[in-house]
């Protein structure tokens, strides 16, 4: 029970309310009854009801000329967390579409898988964490019973969630849908997947982080969409340390499958048993509780003023990603560090840089490249050049690129 507990207490401080009250729902229902059949914790029940995919509606037939005040904007999305990177992102995203004479208002999507505590406290940790911008707009909870009161010119989409709330809306604003990853890819084959998978059928048009997720939901589902690049915050993430590095970092985070955190321990391990002089730091999730089979630095979920500070005392960090690319490998290459990362079309689809180390997903091969980083004559020549390489990439890029499309979408008959 003491075990349970702690685990507990280490999945709520560092997943958040989110991913602990969903688990604890899966849960708790099959220990009260474990022959009743739980709702989807994920999303409203009359949301998912209403919207039947298979008969398809043009939301994005029409053009919207841009009124003199700007295009007003609903977003929904599920309760952001202090470390959450694709929240982080999303507002990013939010802000710039804010910052080019938007009026936005966020809407909280918030079932038994996203319990809010209220909007002031959702503010006030935003408002606390360097990585969330500030938003002017309005923030509200969702309600399915009112559904999105408000006139609104388009409606974004943030999670597949989101998808059947914004579907159901009524009006005539435009659907968006604002893709980061193959969502479905996060469950096994079931009805999760199932739900998640319709949402690329719902008729909206997608913006999507990097390239081969917009192929992809194209190519597979038929859906319309635009992609952006990835960029690096050179104000957080540059090179420091211009001296020979004899440490690596690995993204360790257990309850995310899609980031094969026990696949990247194996290539540590050999890693370890080979060079037992290098030093291994693990960031991303507390790993104090978990079986890891060598000498590490636990670094969590540190806040991301202090990654920059780890990165550039790296030589090499072992990044993996089973579904779409994380933006860790550009953020990490602005401190110097060379991104191992498993080569695979998801990855080379988002950054097919000569820059990042693509090995095979084998816990050896894994190892062999970061040794091979490690040993190299031109150590920290290499660092400095890697680091220049993305040196003048910045999210203003791809945020201008965003607000284009955005544009470009409400003015178009898709």
Same mark, same amino acid.
């Given at each position: 029970?003491?075990?349970?507990l702690s685990?507990a207490?280490?999945s709520? &401080?560092?997943? *958040?309310?989110?991913?602990? +009250?969903? @688990?604890?729902?899966?849960? #708790?229902a099959?220990?009260? %009854? $474990?022959?009743?059949v739980?709702?989807?914790?994920?999303?409203?029940?009359?949301?998912?009801v209403?919207?039947?995919?298979?008969?398809?509606?043009?939301?994005?037939?029409?053009?919207?000329?841009?009124?003199?005040?700007?295009?007003?904007?609903?977003?929904?999305?599920?309760?952001?967390? &202090?470390?959450s *990177?694709?929240h982080?992102? +999303?507002? @990013?995203?939010?802000?710039? #579409?804010?910052?080019?004479? %938007? $009026?936005?208002?966020?809407?909280l999507?918030?079932?038994?898988?996203?319990?809010?505590?209220?909007?002031?406290?959702?503010?006030?940790?935003?408002?606390?964490?360097?990585?969330?911008?500030?938003?002017?707009?309005d923030?509200?909870?969702?309600?399915?019973?009112?559904?999105?009161?408000?006139?609104?010119d388009?409606?974004?989409?943030?999670?597949?969630?989101?998808?059947?709330?914004?579907h159901?809306?009524?009006g005539?604003?435009?659907r968006f849908?604002f893709?980061?990853?193959?969502?479905?890819?996060f469950?096994?084959?079931?009805?999760?997947?199932a739900?998640?998978?319709?949402s690329?059928?719902l008729?909206?048009?997608?913006?999507?982080a990097?390239r081969?997720?917009?192929e992809?939901?194209?190519?597979?589902?038929?859906m319309?969409?635009?992609?952006?690049?990835y960029a690096?915050?050179?104000s957080?993430?540059?090179?420091?340390?211009?001296?020979?590095?004899?440490?690596?970092?690995?993204?360790?985070?257990?309850?995310?499958?899609?980031?094969?955190?026990?696949?990247?321990?194996?290539?540590?391990?050999?890693?370890?048993?080979?060079?037992?002089?290098?030093?291994?730091?693990?960031?991303g999730?507390d790993?104090?509780?978990?079986?890891?089979p060598?000498p590490?630095?636990?670094?969590?979920?540190?806040?991301i003023?202090?990654?920059?500070?780890?990165?550039?005392r790296c030589?090499?960090?072992?990044?993996?990603s089973?579904?779409n690319?994380s933006?860790?490998?550009?953020?990490?290459?602005?401190?110097?560090?060379?991104p191992?990362?498993?080569?695979?079309?998801?990855?080379?689809?988002?950054?097919?840089?000569?820059?990042?180390?693509f090995?095979?997903?084998?816990?050896?091969?894994?190892?062999?490249?970061?040794i091979a980083?490690?040993?190299?004559?031109?150590?920290a020549g290499?660092?400095?050049?890697?680091a220049?390489?993305?040196?003048?990439?910045d999210?203003?890029?791809?945020g201008?690129?965003?607000?284009?499309?955005?544009?470009?979408?409400?003015?178009?008959?898709?």
């Amino acid at each position: 029970m003491t075990g349970r507990l702690s685990t507990a207490v280490q999945s709520l &401080r560092h997943g *958040g309310i989110r991913s602990t +009250a969903w @688990r604890g729902a899966k849960w #708790l229902a099959g220990r009260v %009854n $474990p022959f009743r059949v739980a709702p989807l914790a994920s999303v409203y029940a009359d949301d998912l009801v209403a919207v039947d995919w298979s008969q398809p509606h043009a939301f994005n037939a029409h053009e919207v000329p841009r009124p003199a005040s700007g295009y007003r904007v609903a977003w929904l999305i599920s309760p952001p967390g &202090r470390t959450s *990177g694709g929240h982080q992102n +999303a507002f @990013r995203f939010m802000s710039f #579409l804010e910052r080019a004479g %938007n $009026p936005t208002t966020v809407f909280l999507y918030s079932p038994a898988k996203n319990p809010v505590v209220s909007i002031d406290g959702v503010k006030a940790m935003m408002a606390e964490s360097s990585a969330y911008p500030e938003i002017r707009g309005d923030f509200r909870i969702y309600d399915p019973e009112a559904g999105l009161p408000g006139e609104f010119d388009a409606i974004v989409a943030c999670d597949w969630e989101t998808t059947y709330a914004s579907h159901r809306h009524g009006g005539s604003a435009k659907r968006f849908y604002f893709t980061q990853d193959f969502e479905p890819a996060f469950f096994a084959w079931g009805s999760d997947y199932a739900a998640a998978e319709n949402s690329y059928r719902l008729g909206f048009h997608g913006f999507s982080a990097g390239r081969w997720l917009a192929e992809k939901l194209t190519a597979d589902y038929g859906m319309s969409a635009d992609h952006y690049d990835y960029a690096v915050d050179t104000s957080r993430y540059h090179h420091l340390n211009t001296s020979p590095r004899n440490e690596v970092l690995f993204y360790a985070r257990p309850p995310t499958p899609r980031r094969a955190t026990e696949f990247g321990l194996l290539a540590l391990r050999e890693l370890h048993r080979r060079r037992p002089d290098v030093t291994i730091n693990l960031v991303g999730w507390d790993m104090s509780g978990y079986d890891v089979p060598f000498p590490y630095v636990n670094h969590s979920a540190v806040d991301i003023a202090e990654l920059n500070a780890i990165y550039n005392r790296c030589a090499a960090g072992l990044i993996l990603s089973l579904t779409n690319m994380s933006l860790l490998p550009i953020e990490v290459m602005g401190a110097g560090v060379v991104p191992i990362v498993n080569d695979a079309p998801n990855t080379r689809g988002v950054l097919d840089s000569p820059h990042i180390e693509f090995a095979p997903m084998a816990p050896r091969a894994l190892a062999d490249r970061m040794i091979a980083v490690l040993d190299r004559p031109d150590q920290a020549g290499h660092a400095a050049m890697i680091a220049r390489s993305v040196a003048e990439t910045d999210w203003s890029d791809p945020g201008a690129e965003f607000v284009a499309s955005f544009d470009r979408a409400m003015q178009s008959a898709l």
